[in-house]
């Protein structure tokens, strides 16, 4: 931990969140600081590699939601089939971590983008995106011909309403056909994602979609389409991946296919968004028992107490995912025992400003000091982790044993 630690404190100023004196979050850490505990982390890796194995299905999780170089290696040695990426500067960033095989789930717009891409060609990754336009298509023709270069593309099958891809099953199949006159571009499968489908009932939407990306997948097949020997059907963010796991198996993709999950919010799961989907899941799925488990925290001290009734805590957007407010979790003297945990029950974030939180008080919360430790859950991890450059994994003790840092 010494040496990390050393580098942490020397390459870059301006970096916060990191040990100073000491390697505990209780004494010697600079707050606010992002963490994320060893023991959980560990779990959701193994939990979520098993159930898409478990599925007949391949994991390719999502690396937006971290850019942690140290998480994909992890993702990987737990079983990994490649990593996915929502650009291409993301895609560079994972390559030169080590990622070999980087699934773009965006089309490759613009020359400077697809310069990019073509140089990790180059450099030996095996790199997918997705298209969903006649447009989109001649362009990348054009581009990797003149670079003399295969690229690899997967049409994507959108929702009306949704956001990208194609809407129809005759448009997927006009876009396929541009891809096959063009003798640069290799048509590789179908990309989808279930996230946009929305509705006061969304399961039964969620399976109707999944079914249609199937049937889209195996129509492009029997038209003889499909360029490679097992081409990919992927689809599967973090709040559905069950619906499309059960889609997969059930149609025995795995027979002619390759069947790819995407999630990336499960490495470290969350206190919020994730959590209340992981409810719907456990419900659908009695029988997997205990699901995954909230890793990511960011700890920050109460900076003031100006009247009764309120603390003032020295966190703010710029540390903390906003989408829903921050959950405060567990208080802590500084420099006391992580076994002296002090109450925080009716304790409520109300407003997040940009380096601070006000958090009304319930009556009788008279222990509360100036320097208190505040752990708190965030909704949605994507939304933290793109506030920090060096984040700290931690046993749980609260001892920091790495320093990790992303790659935004």
Known sequence: MQETKRKANTTTLGNKGTP??????????????????????????????????????????????????ALFRRQLEAGAWGITL????????????????????????????????AGLIDAGAEVYCVVDSIANVEALGRFFAARGQTLNVLVELGVPGGRTGCRTLEQALDVAHGVAAQPTLRLAGIEGYEGVVHGTDPVPAIRDYAAQLIACAQRLDREGLLAVEAPIVTASGSAWY????EAFDAADLRERFTPVLRPGCYVVHDHGLYRDAQRGVLAR?????????????????????????LAIVALGKRDIGADQLPEPLRRYREGGSVDHT?????????????????????????????????????????????KWRRICLVDRRLNVTSVLETAF
């Open 86 to 117: 929502a650009t291409a500067p993301q895609c560079r960033a994972a390559f030169a971590a080590g990622v070999r095989r980087l699934l773009m789930a965006n089309q490759l717009i613009g020359e400077a983008n697809m310069a990019i891409v």
């Open 342 to 386: 002090l109450d925080v029950v009716g304790w409520q974030v109300t407003r997040l400003m940009d380096q601070h939180a006000f958090i009304a008080l319930p009556e009788g919360a008279g222990d509360v000091r100036v320097g208190d430790i505040v752990a708190f859950g965030a909704s949605h991890p994507c939304l933290t982790f793109d």
């Open 20 to 69: 100073e004196t000491a390697d505990s979050l209780l004494a010697g850490v600079s707050l606010p600081a992002a963490a994320i505990f060893e023991a959980p982390l560990a779990h959701n890796l193994a939990w979520m590699q098993r159930f898409a194995a478990s599925h007949g299905a391949y994991l390719a999780p999502h690396g937006k939601t971290t850019m942690t170089p």
């Open 242 to 245: 069950d619906l499309i796991a």
């Open 285 to 309: 799925r009695p029988e997997l028992h205990e699901g995954l488990q909230p890793a990511l925290e960011v700890f920050a001290q109460v900076q003031s107490l100006p009247e009764p009734g």
